[in-house]
């Protein structure tokens, strides 16, 4: 069973679904098995990363699939060691090899690491890799709004997407609001809280059981009505087609308030606040 997701127009015109497929711990062959079959479930967006060490087995996953290149979107992201522009513009070329691709659809840079200031060398390597074909929209992960501002004013060029920590206990609400005046997608990583209490929690179990649906079902749903692009994460083929399966039921206002109320300051998984938190 494949279901047919919805898409969104980035800034740059790219078109992407409005969920994808995250990729983090999915290696080797069982990794590539479980991205075929999340493609055959419907998933069209793939999210990986240079840090993951499995952009082969996601190139690998890619020539399995009989569904065309040109309907796939493939995300990878520039570690943060490799962020001046040389190394960032053979960076790009090494994660291509990697995964024997001509291009990825997005590039992103991992995380700001503004300690290192460095970031601004890095967006003019995706600037000039898009310019030479290598990648057809750029964006970033875990860039606050003072480091959105920098890439726009000092190169003139925005970026398409920023994909960032979200999920009902941390729902970034400020971030997400900024994203939207300035034209730049969210897309929510862990959006699943990376399993943790958030499946148990009883607000969630409550409207789960209004709709027939399980917690994660409720908590993608929340992601989709917010305008989040979500990327959950799933070996299981039974998962992989629950997650995606949210588009045959909506969450009224008052749910939606629902799980607004669940966010706490304290609320993200590992305390990586992109101010201080650098990841190389
Ligand atoms: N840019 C960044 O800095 C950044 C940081 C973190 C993650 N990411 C990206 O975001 C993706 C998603 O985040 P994530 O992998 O950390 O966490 P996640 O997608 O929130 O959660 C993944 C976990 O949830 C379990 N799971 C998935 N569907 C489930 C369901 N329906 N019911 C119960 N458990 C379920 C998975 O187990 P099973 O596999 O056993 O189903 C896995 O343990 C990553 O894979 C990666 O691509 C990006």
Not at 32 to 56: P, W
Not at 62 to 68: D, K, N, Q, Y
Not at 227 to 239: D, E, L, M, Q, T
Request: with cysteine; charged share 25%; hydrophobic share 35%.
């Amino acid at each position: 069973m494949s279901i047919a997701v919805p898409e969104i127009t980035l800034n740059d015109g790219l078109s992407l679904p409005v969920m994808g497929f995250g990729t983090y711990k999915l290696n080797g062959n069982d990794g590539a098995n479980a991205i075929h079959s999340a493609i055959n479930k419907g998933y069209r967006l793939i999210d990986t990363a240079y840090n993951y060490e499995n952009e082969g087995t996601v190139g690998e996953s890619v020539r399995r699939t009989s569904i065309p290149r040109h309907e796939l979107r493939i995300t990878s992201k520039l570690p943060g060691r490799y962020q001046t522009y040389d190394k960032a513009v053979s960076t790009i070329q090494e994660s291509l090899y990697r995964a024997n691709l001509d291009y990825y659809d997005l590039y992103l840079i991992h995380w700001p690491n503004p300690q290192q200031n460095n970031f601004i060398e890095a967006w003019q390597a995706l600037i000039d890799a898009k310019k030479w074909g290598l990648i057809r929209s750029i964006g970033v992960c875990n860039f606050l709004p003072e480091h959105l501002e920098r890439l726009e004013k000092e190169t003139g060029t925005k970026a398409s997407i920023n994909q960032i920590e979200l999920h009902p206990f941390f729902n970034q609400e400020d971030q997400r609001k900024w994203h939207e005046e300035n034209d730049i997608k969210t897309q929510s990583w862990s959006p699943l809280a990376h399993a943790n209490d958030v499946l148990t929690n009883d607000t969630l179990k409550k409207i789960a059981d209004n709709h027939t649906k399980s917690i994660s079902q409720v908590i993608l749903r929340w992601h989709y009505q917010l305008g989040a692009i979500s990327i959950p994460k799933s070996a299981s083929p039974i998962r992989q087609l629950e997650n995606i399966s949210i588009f045959d039921f909506s969450l009224d206002e008052t749910e939606m308030s629902m799980i607004a109320a669940l966010t706490r300051q304290d609320g993200r998984i590992n305390n990586q606040d992109p101010a201080v938190y650098e990841e190389f």
